[in-house]
């Protein structure tokens, strides 16, 4: 008589049910109802089958969110893009239901991921390979009512193109997909629970911030669950290790033209700095991504501003040399010498106005530049000496390079603010 009884229930539900009997009377703990409540919930359980009773006419909702971790890294010459977070994730398989007064007032259990349904999301635009997310020993919370929520924490590398055209002082934007592969819009639907994504327990990252994190629910191309995450780098190291050290060495460059010509210094003080100039290009090239598109960093390009100010630099400096350095006897042009004397005559009445007393600057006001070029056509030309001329293109030089460095520099940091 027992053998036809254990044959026709099973050994697994005939020692459960001498289990019930043998606590009636006693005060059994939770462990022997929630194995009942998983014997029965999980027998005759097809994990491969999507839940719900009819799938033409009811779709599975499966509800998702992610809170936002931590932008674990960002690599521009890669373009791999990670974070970590906690993706939560909730359905209802009416398969899982069960009555709490059944099992002494169980409401919740808990099942490892192999053993009931779970969505297989997959990350599009994966950089390390396609995989499933979530671990078969990871266990689910399962209420008398079918819910299942599925907490499962992520590490998510993702492929996004880096924008470098404002660096060091740029801002990206990076999309991260989530696939349900295998199932299409006939069958489920993903509800993204809140548009921002939950930043609760994010963790600064030493060199990026976070500007803003949203999450939504895509059907069109495919169906997806998708996070928009815009974030800008803190450029503080960069700036104070790679860009002030260029700008002024651009601006060092210029104090060539001041050195005596007789140090024998000049040439190789520009070459030198000129030099250094290409060395922190050297560095900067190798830190940004080996692409034009969509557009190079505006750095790249000031940094080829500052070489050329250099060279020019460099040819200027030589230029006043052979002017210092040319003999005497060897005439100056007479539109040279016209202009020397001219800038030297405009640098003395600036330099007698600053000095002479007030009853003397009046008389000084007087003299105008036409008077002088009358005076210097009476006077005789070969007074103007070639280091005269090397003064004054030296000076020249001076001046406008720097006016020249100036409107470089000040022209890239505005487009840089307004970026």
Known sequence: MAFNIVSSIGCTQFVLLLLNYAC????????????????????????GVLPGRQYSSQL???????????????????????IVGLLVVSWQDERLEWSPANYNGLAFTHFKQKE????????????????????????????????????????????CDADVTYYPFDQQFCSVTLLPWGYTTNLIKINAIGSPVDATQYTESPIWDLVSATQQSVEDPVLAFTMEIKFKRKPLFFVMNFLLPTILMC???????????????RVGFCITVLLA??????????ALPQTSSP?????????????????????????????????????????????????????????????????ISSSVKNIKPEDLEQDEDQNVITDVSWKQVSAVFDRACFVVFV?????????????????
């Open 24 to 47: 009636v009377g006693v005060i059994c703990d939770n462990s022997t109802y929630k194995t009942n409540l998983y014997v029965d919930l999980l027998t005759g359980y097809n994990s």
């Open 60 to 82: 599975l909702n499966i509800n998702m969110s992610f809170r936002i971790g931590q932008i674990q890294s960002f690599d521009e010459i890669t373009g791999e893009f990670t």
């Open 116 to 159: 009931i349904w779970t969505p297989p999301f997959i990350l599009g635009q994966s950089f390390d390979g396609i995989e499933l997310i979530g671990n078969d020993e990871m266990h689910f919370n399962v209420l008398y009512t079918g819910v299942v929520n599925w907490n499962v924490p992520v590490k998510l590398s993702s492929s």
């Open 251 to 265: 601006f060092i460059n210029m104090f060539a033209f001041l050195l005596p010509a007789e140090s024998g210094e």
């Open 277 to 286: 100039i290409a060395v922190f290009l050297s560095i900067v090239s190798s």
């Open 295 to 359: 557009q190079m960093a505006l750095l790249c390009y000031l940094l080829v501003v500052h070489i050329t100010l250099s060279l020019m630099t460099l040819a200027c400096t030589v230029c006043g040399l052979r002017f210092y350095f040319r003999s005497d006897q060897e005439q100056v042009p007479q539109w040279m010498a016209k202009l020397t004397r001219l800038v030297e005559a405009e640098r003395s009445l600036n330099v007698s106005k600053s000095r002479v007393s007030p009853d």
């Open 403 to 419: 006016v020249l460095a100036l409107v470089c520099n000040i022209a890239f940091m505005v487009v840089l603010a307004c970026s």
